[in-house]
């Protein structure tokens, strides 16, 4: 009894927002008897469902759906089922800590994406050198989520979105909306701000602001990160933890209210071969507290084509090739690497002078021909004065892009052969170009 006379004072002083938490259900739980069990869940609904005022001695509830009761009691039941003394141990601690059980029962929200399969909820780096494009890509992003049309070829939420452009007036900023829409209509739901103050002095209730009166809002997009996270407190010892200090605020924030908080950054201008997201700018704290990041790259500034990463803990890692079109500064996705190889090979086929090469010979060999790497640029050589290769591993490359074209556009077979002296022999046959076959003697 007294075990049900705190239940009912704890019932008594709960609020509104906290009648149908777990701990509520973890009390009604914890007793061996049936009865009592049913007894508390019955004190419960009629605390969470009754009216606010209501007729004669009844108890005042808060006036929740029948429905709401029994979908909370049901999901909170399975998990105590999985755990019992875990499950109120974890309610009884207010989620200090939880049992594992328990975890595996909860029916949660798979992760959303604005931009399917490549964009996240969450906190986002865009980061690429200076001069790059990124903030036009970043307005793109923002004009295709708010109007809910794609966005490098591929689908998108459509959402309200806001996008920081602390680095822009009205009158660029406006420039570059009249050159990316041209006549089409503005979408609705596309906020923007040219001015914020940093983290420091009140970025996120500002924010906050907005997002109460815009609560479809799911991208805020900061153009640039450096100008809302003031100036750098960290010493040389501890700018790793000044990092992911404005970084976990940002996240923190992205993960509440269940919205993509895409940060437009930098790269430092060393190249970095092996892995593209060691040159973001700043200390591994930024792209370590960050859910997702995409960089932009190329190996030269001058060339036409870039080269976008992405990599994150719920997104799977991507590589798209991209190119500028300038005339309306708009970002296009040419595919992935390999596509984009394939289709300018492809382009380039009937010039290419190894696959001329093979078929020039097959025709003096009467479809069949076999050399090694040595006599193929010999024989390259021979033809075209000569040989866009050098060397057996470099010629092995190139033939290997070359074979599926060879046998789709020719019907060429191309087999790779060791020589028994760690060496290649390649072995190329085309039925089409084999001589016909003399008549049978009468």
């Known amino acids: 009894m007294k075990d049900n006379v705190r239940f009912c004072a704890a019932v008594d002083k709960a609020t509104r927002a906290d009648i149908l938490s ?29 009216d606010y005022a209501p007729a004669g001695n009844s108890m005042a509830g808060f006036g929740l759906a029948e429905e709401r009761f029994e979908e909370a009691r049901q999901r909170y039941y399975e998990a105590f089922q999985a755990d019992p003394e875990g ?20 029916h949660l929200e798979p992760v959303r994406y604005l931009v399917e399969d490549f964009l996240p909820q969450g906190l986002v780096l865009l980061a690429s050198p200076p001069k790059y494009g990124k903030s036009w890509l970043a307005l793109d992003l923002c004009c295709a989520v708010a109007g809910g049309t794609p966005f490098l070829g591929m689908p998108t939420r459509q959402a309200v979105c806001l996008y920081m452009a ?21 979408p ?73 908080l895409l940060l437009v950054h930098h790269l430092r201008k060393m190249a970095d071969d092996a892995d593209p997201f060691n040159r973001i700018a700043g200390s591994n704290g930024i ?21 976008l990463d992405l990599t994150g803990r719920d997104v799977e890692d991507k590589r798209l090739v991209l190119r500028f079109d300038k005339a309306a500064c708009r970002w296009q996705s040419l595919g992935a690497p390999a596509e984009v190889e394939r289709a300018e090979l492809a382009e380039s086929y009937d010039r290419n002078i190894l696959a001329q090469t093979v078929l020039a010979q097959l025709d003096e060999h009467g479809g069949c021909w076999r050399t090694n ?28 892009r070359l074979a599926p074209l060879l046998e ?20 190329f046959t085309s039925p089409a170009k084999a001589p016909a076959s003399l008549p049978a003697a009468r």
Not at 87 to 106: C, H, M, N, P, Y
């Open 166 to 186: 602390l680095e822009d007036g009205e009158q660029r900023l406006q420039r570059r909306l009249d050159t990316l829409l041209g006549p089409a209509e503005t």
């Open 408 to 427: 789709e556009r020719d019907g060429v077979a191309c087999k790779t052969l060791p020589n028994g002296s760690g060496g290649r022999v390649y072995a």
């Open 87 to 106: 499950f109120i141990e974890g309610a009884v601690s207010d989620g200090l800590w939880q049992s594992a059980a328990v975890l595996r029962t909860k």
């Open 287 to 307: 792209f370590g507290a960050a859910d997702a990041a995409i960089v932009l790259t190329r190996e030269k500034r001058e060339d036409a084509q870039t080269v």
């Open 188 to 260: 609705q739901g596309l906020y923007y701000r040219t001015s914020a103050p940093t983290l420091a002095d009140g970025l996120l209730l500002e924010l906050e602001t907005f997002l109460q009166r815009h609560p479809d809002c799911k991208l805020v997009v900061v153009d640039t990160l450096q100008k809302v996270r003031g100036a750098d407190t960290g010493q040389s010892g501890t700018l790793y933890a000044a990092d992911y200090a404005v970084m976990g605020q940002l996240k923190e924030f992205a993960d509440q209210y269940k919205l993509c």
């Open 22 to 50: 777990p701990r509520m259900f973890a009390m009604c739980f914890a007793t061996d008897d049936p009865g009592q069990r049913s007894v508390r869940l019955q004190y419960l609904r009629e605390r969470a469902c009754g």
């Open 373 to 400: 790497a040595k006599g193929f640029i010999a024989a390259c050589e021979a033809r075209y004065g000569e040989c866009p290769v050098e060397g057996g591993r470099a010629l092995a490359k190139e033939l290997g």
